[in-house]
């Protein structure tokens, strides 16, 4: 059993940043493929960033990429998402998610793979 508990979010203006956090506990932390999705009002879940439990390989949305950062600290079982030049598209309820093993892009980037979510948290980004 794993447990996630994410951390950070609040409101920003636009072009400011924010990091959140995901603390996890229950079961070996270094085992686990590690994601970030988010859900805005009305929408779909969706994928923004993700590490793998093994070489750390890390995949990001397309809206993403160069602006947010995914990192993980094994020791402090904790994962971050780094979040820079934020915009009011951004905002969103964000989830932490954990999967066993996960390692492929595939295996990364689907929800539907990981195993473990937390309760999510709100970053607003006002424009």
């Known amino acids: 059993q794993v447990q996630l508990v994410e951390s950070g979010g609040g409101l920003v203006q636009a072009g400011g940043s924010l990091r959140l956090s995901c603390a996890q506990s229950?079961?070996?932390?270094?085992?686990?493929?590690m994601g970030w999705f988010r859900q805005a009002p009305e929408k779909e879940r969706e994928f923004v960033a993700a590490?793998?439990?093994?070489?750390?390989?890390?995949y990001y949305a397309d809206s993403v990429k160069g602006r947010f950062t995914i990192s993980r600290d094994d020791a402090k079982r904790t994962l971050y998402l780094q979040m820079a030049s934020l915009k009011p598209d951004d905002t969103a309820v964000y989830y932490c998610?954990?999967?066993?093993?996960?390692?492929?892009?595939?295996?990364?980037?689907?929800?539907?793979?990981?195993?473990?979510w937390g309760q999510g948290i709100q970053v607003s980004v006002a424009s």
């Open positions: 229950g079961r070996r932390f270094s085992n686990y493929g």
């Open positions: 590490i793998s439990w093994i070489g750390g390989f890390t």
């Open positions: 998610a954990a999967q066993e093993s996960g390692h492929t892009k595939d295996e990364l980037t689907t929800a539907a793979h990981y195993t473990a």
